[in-house]
């Protein structure tokens, strides 16, 4: 049974720091593409980061760059986003999301929080 389990959301004030962790199991990492959505209330859910098999190639949505960094250790199964410079309107609930490396297979996690305060 696959599993993405996120943690690491809560309430910062803007300006502030999270690091939000994703941790898989159930299938083989490596050969996923790994990338974290997040949706606001009454907004559709947007792409926000995307990391290569190995973690060597990033994107990211333009609002996000120079701020939030994602990472991978497939050595853990585990991906993360590093979120600088926290803005109110990265208030969201955010999710990692696993694409197989032949799009046959894709899978999400519950997600989780995170408030940015002003």
């Known amino acids: 049974q696959v599993q993405l389990v996120e943690s690491g959301g809560g309430l910062v004030q803007a300006g502030g720091s999270l690091r939000l962790s994703c941790a898989a199991s159930?299938?083989?990492?490596?050969?996923?593409?790994m990338a974290w959505f997040r949706q606001a209330p009454g907004k559709e859910r947007e792409f926000v980061a995307r990391s290569s098999y190995s973690g060597g190639s990033q994107s990211y949505t333009d609002s996000v760059k120079g701020r939030f960094t994602i990472s991978r250790d497939n050595a853990k199964n585990t991906v993360y986003l590093q979120m600088n410079s926290l803005k109110p309107e990265d208030t969201a609930v955010y999710y990692c999301?696993?694409?197989?490396?032949?799009?046959?297979?894709?899978?999400w996690g519950q997600g989780t929080q995170v408030t940015v305060s002003s």
């Open positions: 159930g299938l083989t990492f490596s050969s996923y593409i």
């Open positions: 999301k696993g694409t197989r490396w032949d799009s046959r297979r894709e899978y």
